[in-house]
């Protein structure tokens, strides 16, 4: 024989957080239209005093912050964490230019840096010498007289 148990329709206090059974609800509706249902004036109370229920070892909010109600929870299994690492390329360059620049010796290495970098120095003093006597050329022109007529 199955056993028929009574379904009640419960509430939970926003204060507290505990079940509220049919007939023992406080209930505050705030200007903005928006209910609060509260288990007894205690709760009402210590809401109006905006008291934060995290900080009152007696809410539920509280137990679960501190990790008080572990044997109502499953405990999940432990994942492993091993990372598979994967070799792919990147943006621009392929996986083989990238392992043949790692296994480069350091000083390979700094010396196309310095290379590289003297190049782009060069090319910055020949762009800056250009613009020099492209200024000299213009203010020769604005020296020289004009002819009248």
Same mark, same amino acid.
């Given at each position: ?15 507290? #957080? ?34 934060? +229920? &995290? ?25 492993? #964490? #091993? ?12 996986? %083989? ?6 296994? %480069?010796? +350091?000083?390979?290495?700094?010396? &196309? ?5 003297? %190049? ?26 004009? #002819?009248?007529?």
């Amino acid at each position: 024989k199955k056993d028929d148990a009574m379904v009640i329709k419960t509430e939970t206090c926003r204060f507290s #957080g505990l079940r509220i059974y049919p007939g023992h609800a406080v209930r505050f509706v705030r200007t903005d239209t928006q209910i609060f249902t509260f288990l007894k004036s205690k709760c009402r109370t210590l809401f109006n005093q905006r008291k934060r +229920p &995290a900080k009152l070892a007696w809410t539920t909010l509280y137990r679960k912050q501190h990790k008080k109600d572990s044997t109502q929870e499953v405990s999940r299994k432990k994942r492993r #964490g #091993g990372k598979a690492n994967f070799n792919r390329s990147l943006a621009s360059a392929s996986l %083989e230019v990238i392992q043949k620049k790692r296994a %480069e010796k +350091p000083e390979v290495r700094q010396a &196309a840096r310095d290379s590289a970098l003297r %190049e782009v120095k060069e090319r910055m003093k020949k762009v800056k010498d250009e613009k020099k006597a492209a200024a000299s050329k213009a203010a020769k022109a604005a020296k020289a007289p004009k #002819g009248r007529r």
